[in-house]
Each structure stands twice: as C-alpha cells, then as structure tokens.
C-alpha cells in the first residue's frame, strides 16, 4: 500500500530534550516535505526536500532541522524543543518537487513540548 | 504569502443532502487547486484537483468548480453521507513554484 508512514504518532517532551520525528514513503517520490497545523492557522511549511541532499526552508523553519540522505526519508530533528512547537506535524510526498501535484501525507504527529 | 482562504468556518447538511464548501485564493498566478479531506485523527487525503485550463472537474459524488475571474473555487458533493464528515480545505499551487499554500479549512457535520 502506498502510504507515508510518521513515528511517533504521540509524544510528551520537555523543554530542550532533542528529539526526531521520522517520515518514510514507499512510492518513490521524490518531493518531501513537513507541515505544522495549528488551531485557526491552517498546514504552515516547515522545510521541503525536492530530492536528496537537496533541502529548503519554509516559511516556519526556525527552531527546526531536517535531512534528506536517502530519497524515502525525510527526519525532522528538534535540537532544543520549547513549549511554541507544541503542534501536529505532518509529513507529505509528491512525485515530482512542483506545486502543480498532489501531495500525500501521513497522518500526523501530535508534539506536546513542557 | 498568499492568503488561501474559505467562506465559512463550519457546515451543516441533512444527510442525503447536496453541500458545497467555498474557497477564495488571492493570487493571480496560481494555476492549481486541489480539495483535501481531513477527518479526526487522520492526516489530510487528496479528493480532487483541478487545473487552470478547466472550469469544472468531476469525480465520484464530487465536483470542483473554478472561477478565475473573481478567484474562487468550491467542492460540490453530491447526496452527503455521514462518511463525508470531515475537514476539508482547499489549497493553491503555481506551475514553477516548489509549494502549494493551504487555506484553513470549513468543518463540514452532517446530519443523519
């Protein structure tokens, strides 16, 4: 099945604590790219990858990492989490880096920073 | 960037029922839209899209009508189904641009 696939669902955290949200796609597709999703604000962009080792900033990248070694994964690194990134993440794929595709995201994961 | 929004923040229909859900987008240059249904819990899931080309895309129980004079786009479904619940949004892309900008979706419940 064609999916992509984010781990952890859920997490609790604490300030400063680094942590990896990891997102994985099996349709070889080579746009990637993560989103955050807050009350009244809509999917914000954090990063995108339009291939590997080819990575870009959003609108939202601060206080945020990612990499992109091999073309199914796509981690996105907090090095010191504070209580703002408190939100739902999600992670989605395209075939192709242009905005005239569909994307396909996962189904979240909901960070809880204290 | 450009401000991708919608009409109404919520929906009720009677089940069996026609809905559309509305969607206004500002920027001239964008040539693709896309309707994405978000149910609870879940990640957001492509229904239809359309390009600039078009004024009307039908899928099943699904229709997408675009107005490229005054900048807006709907989602029609046909005979509404409690299945159909959900949050959708609508979001606008630009043939060169690397990303698509999302509108902050209408809740649509529908009755039974």
């Known amino acids: 099945e064609a999916q992509v696939t984010q781990n952890p669902r859920y997490l609790i955290t604490v300030t400063g604590k680094k942590l990896t949200v990891t997102c994985s796609q099996n349709m070889n597709h080579e746009y990637m790219s993560w989103y955050r999703q807050d009350p009244g604000l809509g999917l914000r962009q954090i990063y995108y990858s339009m291939n590997v080792e080819v990575t870009d900033k959003g609108d939202v990248p601060e206080g945020y990492k990612v990499s992109r070694k091999e073309k199914r994964n796509f981690p996105l690194i907090l090095e010191s989490p504070s209580p703002n990134q408190t939100s739902l993440y999600f992670c989605?794929?395209?075939?192709?880096?242009?905005?005239?595709?569909?994307?396909?995201f996962g189904d979240g994961t909901r960070l809880s920073i204290l | 960037g450009e401000s991708v929004g919608l009409h109404l923040p919520t929906l009720s229909v009677q089940e069996g029922d026609n809905s559309i859900i509305n969607c206004a987008y500002s920027n001239s240059a964008s040539d693709y839209f896309i309707w994405y249904k978000q149910e609870s819990g879940k990640g957001p899931q492509f229904i239809i899209d359309?390009?600039?080309?078009?004024d009307k895309r039908q899928g099943q129980r699904v229709t997408v009508l675009l107005n490229k004079t005054v900048k807006h786009l709907s989602l029609q479904i046909a005979a509404t189904q409690p299945g159909d619940s959900a949050v959708y949004f609508c979001a606008e892309g630009e043939t060169g641009a690397n990303n698509l900008f999302f509108g902050t979706g209408t809740r649509l419940t529908v009755i039974p």
């Open positions: 359309i390009r600039s080309n078009m």
């Open positions: 989605a794929s395209s075939l192709m880096g242009y905005s005239n595709q569909p994307q396909h």
